[in-house]
Nanobody, 121 residues
Framework: VQLQASGGGSVQAGDSLRLSCAAS????????MAWYRQAPGEQRELVAQ???????DYADSVKGRFTISRDNAMTTVDLQMNSLKPEDTAVYYC????????????????WGQGTLVTVSS
């Protein structure tokens, strides 16, 4: 599966951004989807995940501010980011993968290219 992310940019703290990821090349509904991010000098971290039927989970740092959604007909997955903070600054990556049957663990499989989000104070 090929993934193409878009929507990054430079914003002020408190602003909103919407990232979008278009998937192609495979059966979209087979996959759970997720957004990761990687800040400079940091490890890549899971931000949000969504199952094929729309169940979601979020990192504690973004709960209540970020919303992941998917459109299975359009084969897209979006990340609505509100009340952005400088610590949200990172390269954001779209991923297609699987969620295990025990513990809701997400297993990344396919990566899109990153899109940079910069939040200034």
């Amino acid at each position: 599966v090929q993934l193409q992310a878009s929507g990054g940019g430079s914003v002020q703290a408190g602003d909103s951004l919407r990232l979008s990821c278009a998937a192609s090349g495979s059966v979209f509904t087979v996959y759970a989807m997720a957004w990761y991010r990687q800040a400079p000098g940091e490890q890549r971290e899971l931000v949000a995940q969504i199952t094929s039927d729309g169940n979601t989970d979020y990192a504690d740092s973004v709960k209540g501010r970020f919303t992941i959604s998917r459109d299975n007909a359009m084969t897209t997955v979006d990340l609505q980011m509100n009340s952005l903070k400088p610590e949200d600054t990172a390269v954001y990556y779209c991923n297609a993968g699987y969620i295990g049957t025990v513990g809701n663990t997400y297993y990344p499989q396919y990566w899109g290219q990153g899109t940079l989000v910069t939040v200034s104070s």
